[in-house]
Nanobody
Framework: QEQLVESGGGLVQAGGSLRLSCAAS????????MGWFRQAPGKEREFVAT????????YYTDSVKGRFTISRDNAKKTVYLQMHSLKPEDTAVYFC????????????????WGQGTQVTVSS
């Protein structure tokens, strides 16, 4: 399993940008698909984006397509979520997770989770 630590969250105005990072400490990072999920107050955790182990395949939830980009650097054992054109509805705690090599949409498929980083978008 991986130890995952997110960073890069914060307070930003609508229309702004943030880049989240998720650093892993295990030795098998490059074999895992990675995902970003988010959870807003009073709501269930939802899928945001996923990337396959080699970085060749990425998928996004519809609400972030064209605004968010997931990427990874296996040499640095880090996955990123670049967020542009942020909206107040993007406000949530963002979690990264490690799972199957192909990545995936469902949180139940992931075996390691970070503690989360807060993203707040003001209007």
């Amino acid at each position: 399993q991986e130890q995952l630590v997110e960073s890069g969250g914060g307070l930003v105005q609508a229309g702004g940008s943030l880049r989240l990072s998720c650093a892993a400490s295990g030795r098998t990072f490059s074999s895992y698909g990675m995902g970003w999920f988010r959870q807003a107050p009073g709501k269930e955790r939802e899928f945001v984006a996923t990337i396959s182990s080699g970085g060749y395949h990425t998928y996004y939830t519809d609400s972030v397509k064209g605004r968010f980009t997931i990427s990874r650097d296996n040499a640095k054992k880090t996955v990123y979520l670049q967020m542009h054109s942020l909206k107040p509805e993007d406000t949530a705690v963002y979690f990264c997770a490690a799972g199957p090599g192909a990545g995936g949409y469902y949180s139940t498929g992931y075996h390691s989770w970070g503690q989360g980083t807060q993203v707040t978008v003001s209007s």
